[in-house]
């Protein structure tokens, strides 16, 4: 950047200020201010002039002051005038508004290198303001002699001359005061600012009060306002025709120009430009063109002015260091413009983000379909995007954000919503943008990156996992892995073989055991497809040391039963998918795996892993001649056998009633292991035990009962 381009740097924080104003014009206003001037110059000695500088609040009037202010005092010796400067804003108190008025402009002039004129000016200020004491300024205004008198005074002008004037002739003060004014040797500019800030009843005052000195000659007013809010605040007085009566105030009304496509689109780098570099890193693929998506898509027709661009970069500022790598940056600033543009629709999105994902996130999964849920939330929506007179842009970032509900509206949409992109539209991240970071039960993207790219710290990532979130968590790192493609580098067996231990860690082993969803799948399952996304960046050769790794892994258990089942058991597993076991080393493999189940049952940890009845079925059908020593071992470390009997019955899970309980098709598989005889036999005994609950129970009437019967009570279910 140029020193040219560096000292025109956006001050978003703050106006632009009279002395670096014009050099730090950011949005080509010069020309404007310059047009404000050349007004200026039809004060002339024998007649005053109001001029306005009219634009919303936050459209930079401040700054424009700032420039006219700079301008004028660039002019020539003879042609500069008097700038006084006054803020009713900063007053606080509606009866000080006129004294503080009048006393900036005496003030001012009696400061002036031209000490004779500007005394007089002074004086006759003062005594004009003694005909206050009689007669009304304004119809309907209250006497202003004691506020004039304190003026005057405040100045320290007070001499007993004024006091002779016994006759209240305005007519009389009013020439006095117009001819000094005309005798002094410099034009009289007064800049308000801020009269948009005023409350009403102050507001009115102070258009009374520019009404009233607003033609004396040789002083000029700018007058920088809101002119909506001026005129809703007469209009709320009561004052009829309250637009018409600005005109009478105001000779020359100029509006801000409105900031142009271009200007809009300078404020918002400046304003990325203004977050710490750490935020503007790319997390995500896919993004590159989201943030311009995004300011296309309704968000320009939102930063009308340069302070929307504050008030939006301030609430990024603010909420992206939580969210950094776990939402894409377009989607904060998405989130943001509703914050500080539509807070309607962003309250609608907190209490009922079903109305724009279609079901509420974190919640289980729903047999309602998304669409029909988000279209019927279609009222709320309209009402809240509806309540600003700016919609249209709402709704385009609206269906921006939650590309569903455009298609809902019968919209335009993308209809693009992917986890791993940080698009705020899927359900999961909407729960991580809305509390502002991703808390300990949310699933963070930022520790599936680690954990992909840091192996130091899996450890420490394993252990923050919840049973909530570990099954997603699993699933993201295969999506994760899979969408970096083959050119970015991650040991793919060394984060096969860590998934594969994973999974029978705690909070797995929890969730499998108190799983109540019939949409939840099986983390070894899950675990089996990540690392065979993980697998496709192998080689053949490779990828079949790998299974066969997992195989033989004792802290990978249930892993290695999904491996072993995949591999050897067709009809457990296509066969054409995922990672396979090679042919040549079935025995060795298996016999590792075999070893590996009756050490664990040894050491009472087996119904300690998160699929122990599957690794189990699996060992009766692939290695059936190990199968006692393993049931020898189990009945070793719990005569009871209830873990066992609970592992080995398990069967379907329905949404009605959960898990069901049975005895298998094939009993010489369970036989293996142990004689039905013998089971019934310690059913019945078992089954004595009254203080013995469900499921258990369950599990032990199905060896007896020989029915598929419900854990959840006890009641019969259907085969």
């Known amino acids: 950047m140029d020193k040219a381009e560096s000292t025109k740097e956006l001050r978003l924080d703050r106006p632009l200020r009279a002395g670096t104003a014009l050099d730090a014009d950011a949005l080509d206003r010069r020309a404007f201010a310059s047009r404000v001037t050349e007004v200026l110059r039809r004060i002339t000695p024998d007649e005053g002039l109001v001029v306005s500088v009219e634009g919303p609040w936050g459209s930079g009037k401040t700054s424009v002051l700032a420039m006219v202010e700079e301008l004028l005092k660039a002019e020539p010796d003879g042609e500069r005038p008097l700038v006084v400067h006054f803020n009713p804003w900063l007053i606080g108190d509606r009866d000080a508004l006129l004294r503080q008025f009048l006393a900036s402009i005496a003030k001012a002039v009696r400061l002036t ?38 003026v005057v005074e405040s100045v320290g002008d007070a001499t007993g001359a004024a006091a002779e004037h016994k006759t209240p002739d305005v007519e009389a003060r009013k020439d006095a005061l117009e001819k000094a004014l005309r005798k002094f040797p410099q034009r009289i500019v007064v800049l308000l600012d801020d009269l948009d800030r005023l409350y009403p009843a102050e507001a009115y005052e102070m258009v009374r009060i520019v009404k009233a000195v607003g033609d004396l000659p040789n002083v000029g007013y700018v007058l920088a306002w809101d002119e909506k809010y001026v005129s809703a605040a007469l209009e709320r007085l009561n004052v009829p025709f309250a637009v018409s009566y600005l005109d009478k105030v105001v000779q020359v009304r100029l509006p801000i120009p409105p900031l142009s496509f271009q200007q809009r689109m300078a404020l918002m780098n400046q304003g990325l430009q203004r977050l710490p570099p750490e935020a503007l890193v790319a997390h995500f693929p896919n993004g590159d063109d989201r943030l311009a998506s995004l300011f296309h898509a309704g968000q320009r027709e939102l930063v009308e002015q340069p302070r929307d661009v504050v008030r939006l970069f301030d609430v990024v500022a603010a909420i992206e260091p939580g969210l950094r790598g776990e939402v894409h940056l377009a989607d904060m600033l998405g989130l943001a413009t509703l914050m500080t543009k539509a807070p309607a629709v962003y309250d609608l999105l907190c209490r009922t983000p079903q109305a724009f994902v279609g079901r509420r996130p ?75 970071s991703a808390r300990p039960g ?136 995922g990672l396979k076991v090679p042919a040549d080393a079935r025995n060795r493999a298996l016999s590792a795996y ?126």
């Open 113 to 150: 290198d031209h000490a004779k004129e500007g005394k007089r000016v002074a004086k006759e200020l003062k005594t004009y303001s003694k005909a206050f004491d009689v007669l009304k300024l304004i119809p309907g205004a209250e006497p202003w002699a004691s506020i004039v008198k304190s």
């Open 362 to 436: 974190g919640a289980s999964a729903s047999f309602d379909k998304p669409l029909e849920v988000i279209q019927s939330f279609a009222d709320e929506r309209n009402k809240a995007i509806d309540s600003y007179p700016y919609a249209k842009g709402v709704r385009e970032v609206v269906h921006w954000l939650f590309p569903q509900t455009a298609k809902a509206d019968d919209a335009f949409s993308l209809d693009r919503v992917v986890f791993l992109e940080g698009h705020l539209a899927h359900p999961e991240r909407l729960q991580v943008a809305l509390h502002l």
């Open 442 to 577: 949310d699933l963070s993207l930022v520790r599936v990156r680690q954990y992909l790219f840091e192996p130091a710290k899996r450890g420490e990532i394993a252990a923050a996992l919840q049973q909530d979130n570990c099954i997603d968590f699993i699933e993201q790192l295969g999506n994760m892995a899979e969408g970096l493609g083959t050119e970015v580098g991650v040991d793919a067996a060394s984060l096969a073989k860590d998934i594969a231990r994973l999974i029978d860690t705690q909070p797995f082993v929890r969730r499998a055991s108190e799983r109540h969803d019939v949409f939840v799948m099986r983390a070894d399952r899950v675990a089996e497809r990540a690392i065979g996304q993980l697998a496709k960046r192998l080689d053949e050769a490779e990828a079949g040391a790998l299974a066969e790794h997992i195989l033989c892994d004792p802290h990978a258990l249930s892993m290695a039963a999904a491996l072993a089942a995949t591999s050897f058991m067709a009809e457990d597993g296509d066969p054409e998918d």
């Open 594 to 719: 075999a070893g590996n189940v009756e050490g664990t049952a040894k050491t009472g940890e087996l119904f300690a892993k998160v699929s122990p009845g599957f690794a189990l079925w699996v060992l009766t059908r692939l290695m059936p001649e190990r199968c006692k020593a393993v049931f020898k071992a189990v009945q070793h470390w719990e005569p009871s056998l209830d873990t066992f009997v609970e592992a080995m019955l398990r069967h379907s899970f329905d949404s009605n009633n959960g898990q069901t309980y049975r005895l298998p098709k094939e009993r010489e598989h369970l036989e293996n292991y142990v004689a039905l005889e013998e089971l019934k036999t310690l059913a019945l005994e078992r089954l004595k035990d009254e203080s013995m609950t469900y499921p258990l129970r369950a599990a032990w009437r199905a060896i007896v009962e020989e029915k598929s019967i419900y854990g959840k009570d006890g009641t019969l279910a259907r085969r």
